[in-house]
């Protein structure tokens, strides 16, 4: 477990650290996130004593890390960090075994430790260990960076937006591979982001902070539901969900810019509106407007060429819904008939727009990740 | 010009560029490490070099009589320059995020300094090393005047007897052993450089 204690780290007249208090489980995976300048990083880096916190004290299982020697401190703990630092003048395996050879591990335990921990991120130890860091890309590079944190077993490993310069692909992957990792090895991860994607797709418990102090600290579903103001809210963007404005009926999914002819117009002129409107049916209407069905161009085909007007070929078959119908009946309808769109009625029996497959799937996403403009 | 000409004036080289590293490379170190003496060490190493070579054997001459210690030590303090400022310049210039990491680690100060910066900066420091050398082929010339020998002594003896081709036989042998020298250590100097590339992240 680890524990802040009113702590407090001032540069110059900025207060970094404002008297921080929390505690991290043993085996928790914790992400803290909030805007650049925050204090996230001065707080992980006051955890391993690479910055010296003015006031307050930091315990690691009940110990006081002030009194704890700082090399030996650092050497039970991992760190990972944004640039990576792979040592370019050692290979895989040397990098690996770093902090092994610090705690004077000898050289078998350093080997098997390496060839363990590659076989862990399915890097084969043959291909892999005698090579340079220059020699690999940015994901495989930041894969050993976690390793080599790994290699010593520290119980807590620290990382400093270990994914921050690797593309979206590669990020995403490495986030899995860490999350694996974590729950195999039962590490206690403080993991330091400002991206809220990655924060909830990795946390057990996220720490909200601004300004030096922290905001909300919650597990993630916890922080989805009731972010505690508006900055939260505000990086939670398309992530947040507001319950109010779920759609919910069948007139929230419809598409109402449609086109509609009277029942008493040629055949010709339903064929060109069609060709016009790259559409294959048209829907009908009642000379006072209500709905008459649909026409389709294959039924045009078959028998309407010698007919005058559309009114023979109309058919009422086409799935029909009302406005203020669930939108989940709406759906059903869609997805288990076998028409390519519902025709959403006004409670007068006017036409109100059609709801299609696409038009679902744009709802849904609006509804999702908020406005999609 | 005999073949022991040559030979000494490579022992004149080689025993003063030894002595550059040996003391050189700490005054980097040094120079890295603390900042209160850091402008002393660059500005003495810098002063050293703009006197003229044969002035400052002149100087050394005075205290240690004639012979080769004075020519060794005059191009000892000649070559200092390039090593101590190449040496804390590639210290100096290792990525400050490996340096993180490194102290993260919880690697000491020499630790690192010894296993993680040394061989990062040791590309550099062999550039300097190399500049040292060639520039005290030519520089070792003076030795003549103080009585060094090597092959200063066979382009001095030509110009007071105005041969001109015993000078030209000097003067070429000597263009020889400086492009060579730096050939031979730019071919070692660019595998360095190839092998201890930093890495760099790309993506995939």
């Known amino acids: 477990m680890i524990r802040f204690e009113h702590v407090s780290k001032r540069y110059g007249d900025s207060l970094v650290l404002d008297d921080l208090n929390l505690e991290i489980a043993t085996g928790e995976f914790t992400v803290l996130i909030g805007p650049s300048g925050c204090g996230k990083t001065t707080t992980l880096k006051t955890i391993n004593r690479l910055i010296e916190p003015d006031k307050g004290k930091i315990f690691i299982d009940d110990q006081d890390t002030s009194q704890i020697d700082k090399v030996k401190l650092r050497r039970s703990i991992g760190y990972v960090i944004q640039q990576i630092g792979l040592f370019p003048n050692m290979t895989v395996e040397q990098n690996i075994s770093v902090v092994p050879k610090l705690l004077n591990y000898d050289k078998a335990r350093c080997n098997e430790i390496v060839r363990e921990l590659l076989a862990l991120v399915n890097m084969p130890y043959e291909e892999y260990a005698h090579k340079y860091p220059s020699e690999m890309s940015g994901g495989q590079q930041q894969r050993i960076g976690v390793l080599r944190a790994l290699a010593a077993s520290p119980p807590i490993v620290l990382m400093d937006e270990p994914f921050g310069a690797l593309d979206p692909m590669t990020r995403r992957i490495l986030q899995d591979e860490v999350s694996k990792l974590q729950k195999k090895l039962n590490k206690t991860i403080v993991f330091v982001t400002h991206d809220m994607d990655e924060a909830l797709n990795m946390a057990d418990k996220i720490i909200f902070m601004n300004k030096g102090k922290i905001v909300q600290m919650a597990a993630p579903e916890e922080m989805l539901e009731n972010p505690a103001d508006d900055l939260i809210r505000s990086f939670m963007g398309k992530h947040s969900i507001d319950n109010e404005s779920l759609p919910q009926t069948a007139a929230d999914f419809m598409r109402s810019d449609i086109y509609s002819c009277y029942r008493n117009r040629g055949v010709r002129e339903a064929i060109q509106q069609m060709a016009r409107r790259k559409v294959d049916t048209l829907l009908v209407k009642n000379l006072d407007e209500t709905y008459a069905g649909t026409v389709s161009i294959k039924n045009i085909r078959n028998h309407g060429k010698d007919m005058k007007t559309i009114e023979p070929l109309i058919t009422q078959e086409n799935a029909v819904s009302y406005v203020d119908e669930d939108a989940q009946v709406c759906f059903d309808k869609l997805l288990n008939g076998q028409d390519s769109y519902v025709v959403v009625l006004n409670h007068d029996q006017t036409i109100a727009g059609i709801v299609t497959k696409t038009s679902m799937a744009k709802s849904l996403a609006d509804a999702v990740w908020g406005d999609s403009q | ?204």
């Open chain 2, 1 to 204: 010009m005999t073949l022991n000409m040559v030979m000494s004036h490579f022992y004149l080289v080689a025993a003063a560029v030894v002595l550059t590293i040996v003391i050189g490379v700490p005054l980097g170190i040094l120079a890295y490490f603390y900042k209160s003496v850091r402008k002393i060490i660059l500005w003495i190493v810098e002063v050293l070099q703009t006197m003229p070579a044969l002035a400052l054997l002149g100087i050394i001459m005075v205290f240690m009589g004639a012979g080769k210690p004075t020519v060794i030590i005059g191009l000892l303090l000649y070559s200092l320059l390039p090593v101590v400022q190449n040496t804390y310049i590639g210290l100096s210039e290792v990525d400050p995020a490996i340096k993180e990491v490194a102290q993260g680690m919880g690697m000491t100060k020499l630790y690192r300094l010894w296993h993680v910066e040394m061989p990062i900066a040791f590309p550099l420091i062999f550039t300097g090393v190399r500049i040292a050398t060639v520039t005290s082929v030519g520089t070792a010339v003076f030795a003549a005047f103080v009585g060094g020998g090597g092959l200063g002594s066979l382009i001095y003896r030509g110009i007071r007897i105005s041969n001109m081709a015993m000078i030209l036989s000097g003067t070429f042998v000597l263009m020889v052993m400086a492009v060579g020298c730096d050939g031979i250590m730019s071919y070692i100097e660019k595998r360095l450089y190839r092998r201890f590339s930093p890495a760099k992240p790309y993506n995939e």
